[in-house]
């Protein structure tokens, strides 16, 4: 991804392999600071998951294989390890898939395998975008929630990936970015990544989508954290209501994601993990409480949206629907 650091502009991952440790973007900090942290062991990893230092399915994925492949160069066990990685977030199924597909290499080079793994998701991610962007025409008018870009994807993204290669391919749209209360993923992430990307946008409260999904919005694309077999599907709360939203006003819903999200053990929605986070994350912002004391928050990350609200799936294989998922299973 295109990006200004202090330094210059550069085009560089969200996260990648150097050395004997793992440089990622704290995702944190964004974009009021740059910066770039180190991870030398599993444990580590572990803590820049769970506190979401990094972020974003496909990107948490990255991480977990690079985790495996930190606690294989330091000699930790890698059973133990694969336990405790799998435990900091558990609705992102690439997370699972990639310590799982890590578990698998025995005598090789499990840092090879990880960046083998990283590389993989970069060139799905770019499947992605060349499937997609013909949904993007010169005029269009897209409306994305949190954060599906490189920074989620490890480079070039999923549901910002068709953005990309329109824009790069000389269109013209403009794309609503909601906020994404309460980690505001969407304000603070996606709309620097189109920033950077010369994309034209604009940041909406959570609660004005659906006043532009009735006159002003020709699709919505959103990521995914987890696909079941029958094509629900988790991705950061909200994303559910802006579906059935869209269905409403009859505009087409598409959902980005590589095949790794796809978790087919799964017959339904109903069967995926929904993790629930700090009361903090709504009670405060940048630390300052704005609720009253003796006040309580919910703060569940993610929820499921029914497939029936979704138009197709945008993956490395083409625009999909539910019927399409059997060749996922072969």
């Not at 699972?96 to 060139?123: C, H, P, Q, W």
């Not at 906020?179 to 990307?197: D, I, S, V």
């Not at 950061?236 to 819903?253: D, M, Q, R, S, W």
């Not at 300052?288 to 004391?293: L, Q």
Request: proline share 4%; charged share 25%; net charge positive.
């Amino acid at each position: 991804m295109l990006v200004r650091t202090p330094s210059g502009r550069k085009d560089i991952r969200a996260l990648w392999m150097e050395g004997r440790s793992v440089k990622m973007i704290d995702q944190r900090l964004l974009p009021g600071k740059f910066r770039l942290v180190s991870i030398k062991t599993h444990v580590e990893m572990a803590d820049a998951i769970r506190d979401m230092t990094v972020r974003g399915a496909p990107a948490i994925g990255a991480a977990g294989a690079y985790g495996m492949a930190l606690a294989r160069m330091n000699r930790a066990d890698t059973d133990k390890a694969a336990r405790l990685l799998k435990s900091t977030r558990p609705t992102a199924y690439d997370l699972f898939y990639a310590v799982d597909s890590m578990l698998r290499v025995k005598d090789g080079d499990m840092t090879e395998a990880a960046n083998e793994y990283a590389d993989g998701i970069v060139t799905k991610c770019r499947s992605i975008g060349e499937s997609g962007a013909r949904l993007i025409k010169n005029g269009s008018k897209v409306l994305t929630h949190c954060n599906a870009g490189a920074l989620a994807t490890v480079d070039f993204g999923t549901a910002l990936a068709p953005m990309r290669v329109a824009r790069r391919a000389g269109r013209r749209f403009f794309v609503y970015v909601d906020e994404t209360r309460p980690r505001l993923q969407g304000a603070k992430l996606t709309a620097w990544e189109l920033l950077n990307e010369g994309i034209d946008h604009a940041i909406i409260p959570d609660n004005a989508s659906g006043h532009y999904l009735r006159k002003d919005v020709d699709l919505v694309i959103v990521g995914a954290d987890r696909i079941a077999a029958n094509g629900d599907f988790a991705n950061k709360i909200g994303t559910y209501e802006k579906a059935v939203l869209a269905k409403e006003n009859g505009v087409p819903f598409y959902v980005a994601a590589p095949v790794s999200t796809f978790d087919l053990s799964l017959e339904n929605g109903n069967g995926i993990v929904i993790e629930e986070r700090s009361e903090d994350e709504v009670l405060k912002i940048d630390g300052v409480r704005i609720a009253p004391k003796g006040s309580h928050a919910l703060n569940p990350a993610f929820d499921v949206t029914s497939r029936k609200y979704v138009t197709g799936y945008v993956t490395e294989l083409g625009i999909m629907t539910p019927r399409d998922f059997r060749k996922l299973r072969r």
